[in-house]
T-cell receptor, first 117, second 113 residues
Framework: GAGVSQTPSNKVTEKGKYVELRCDPI?????LYWYRQSLGQGPEFLIY????????DSGLPNDRFFAVRPEGSVSTLKIQRTERGDSAVYLC???????????????FGEGSRLTVL | GENVEQHPSTLSVQEGDSAVIKCTYS??????FPWYKQELGKRPQLIID?????GEKKDQRIAVTLNKTAKHFSLHITETQPEDSAVYFC????????????FGKGTKLSVKP
């Protein structure tokens, strides 16, 4: 498909386990974002990549959270020693290079719903 | 850092009426203000945005206004329809259209037929 793809769509894990969430952005999009959305809340910024590097990781809540984008395309969000409070929908978004036709829109994926028991 | 407040948290209107959602932001350097619509279980989708060099923008039944002095911006939906029912999020960024958006907590709009 042409949209942002996220896998898995649902993940149930036990407290203390390690989790990886994958995001495949729209082809050609240079910027990639991870957000976390809890029930009834707005998306909460986690980290933003421009190419392969993390341009802003100020939203990562603690050192249990880490994200990579080694080839400037697919990104993986990694959560170590999961806690019940990590339960949320993790949204990925991408955007194209800034240019004449770029509207400024973030294109979101459907999200990965993480449940930590 | 930036903080975005949004109200009301819920809004119920009759079909055909207008709906207004208001947001305030704290960082005077913010210069990009998009609005996203999220239907139940779906991804957020951009419906309209405004940059700090304009005060108002309109797209059919949707309009957004920006008051930089007061640091607030609003979404106006006229002639509401049942399909407008969704959660609406405002957001702000100080990096133009790139960089992290800070979102409000959302407004659940219900349009009753």
């Amino acid at each position: 498909g042409a949209g942002v793809s996220q896998t898995p769509s649902n993940k149930v894990t036990e407290k203390g386990k390690y989790v990886e969430l994958r995001c495949d952005p729209i082809s050609g999009h240079t910027a990639l974002y991870w957000y976390r959305q809890s029930l009834g809340q707005g998306p909460e910024f986690l980290i933003y990549f421009q190419g392969t590097g993390a341009a802003d990781d100020s939203g990562l809540p603690n050192d249990r959270f880490f994200a990579v984008r080694p080839e400037g395309s697919v990104s993986t969000l990694k959560i170590q020693r999961t806690e019940r409070g990590d339960s949320a929908v993790y949204l990925c978004a991408s955007s194209p290079p800034v240019g004449r036709n770029y509207r400024g829109e973030l294109f979101f994926g459907e999200g990965s719903r993480l449940t930590v028991l | 850092g930036e903080n975005v407040e949004q109200h009301p948290s819920t809004l119920s209107v009759q079909e055909g009426d207008s709906a207004v959602i208001k947001c305030t932001y704290s960082d005077s350097a913010s210069n990009y203000f998009p609005w996203y619509k999220q239907e139940l279980g779906k991804r957020p989708q951009l419906i309209i945005d405004i940059r700090s060099n304009v005060g108002e923008k309109k797209d059919q039944r949707i309009a957004v206004t920006l008051n930089k002095t007061a640091k607030h911006f609003s979404l106006h939906i006229t002639e509401t329809q049942p399909e407008d029912s969704a959660v609406y999020f405002c957001a702000a960024s100080n990096r133009g259209s790139q960089g992290n958006l800070i979102f409000g907590k959302g407004t659940k709009l219900s349009v009753k037929p």
